[in-house]
């Protein structure tokens, strides 16, 4: 019997707390409700998706057999590198693995393996020129990714900004700032275990202030 089995990831500079992590587990259980299945096992990571030594991928990986399917929100969650993600996924789907993506239905494997037959059977392209198309795939889908992502920054820099207007500050504004604090927030950026609410009663700043200035903290130490 085939199992299903989904997976998420986050990296501390995507995110300073666990939204990511319920905005991807809402997807995956969107999904699986519209097509009627249940996963056996969910898997996350918090780190870099630049390797695939994560604790939880690599457990996950040691329980895959021929017809196991793995979920994902995106494609950057199983990998934000072309080429180890291009040799991980090849190597997954000729082991029978099935990888669905959610949001990139288009690299989904039921979709590149029908596109591998149609080629196959209309003698359309060489072996070497297929792979390559399906590399291609996949570094224009993780380059689309990364460019809404950075959007998205850019879009909660220009609110915190207008925000600063709106009130009188001047952006960047570190008014209440000070080196303990800047310290604190630098642990919090890299310890998940850090809770905003200790850092907000320490500091006696606000929910809406902390999370303006981890914004700030993030994007001057990356």
């Not at 850090?194 to 981890?214: A, C, E, F, G, P």
Request: positive net charge; aromatic residues 8%; charged residues 35%.
């Amino acid at each position: 019997m085939s199992n299903v089995y989904s997976y998420m990831r986050i990296s501390t500079k995507e995110s300073t707390d666990k939204q990511s992590f319920n905005r991807q587990e809402k997807s995956l259980q969107a999904y699986a409700s519209n097509n009627e299945i249940e996963y056996l096992l969910f898997f996350k990571d918090d780190c870099s998706g630049s390797t695939f030594k994560r604790n939880e991928w690599i457990k996950l990986e040691k329980l895959l057999q021929e017809g196991d399917t793995v979920v994902f929100k995106e494609i950057s969650r199983f990998t934000r590198q072309a080429e180890e993600g291009y040799k991980k996924y090849m190597e997954l789907m000729n082991k029978g693995i099935n990888l669905i993506f959610i949001d990139n239905p288009t690299i989904s494997t039921d979709y590149i393996k029908n596109l591998t037959r149609v080629a196959k059977e209309q003698d359309l392209v060489a072996k070497t020129a297929l792979e390559s198309t399906i590399k291609l795939l996949l570094i224009v889908e993780l380059d689309r990714v990364q460019k809404e992502r950075e959007i998205i920054v850019k879009r909660i820099k220009q609110g915190i900004e207008a925000s600063d207007k709106k009130s009188g500050r001047k952006f960047n504004s570190l008014d209440k700032m000070t080196d303990e604090l800047r310290a604190d927030i630098v642990k919090f950026i890299n310890d998940r275990s850090i809770r905003q609410i200790d850092l907000m009663n320490k500091h006696s700043i606000s929910r809406n202030t902390l999370k303006k200035y981890v914004e700030i903290v993030k994007s001057e130490i990356e």
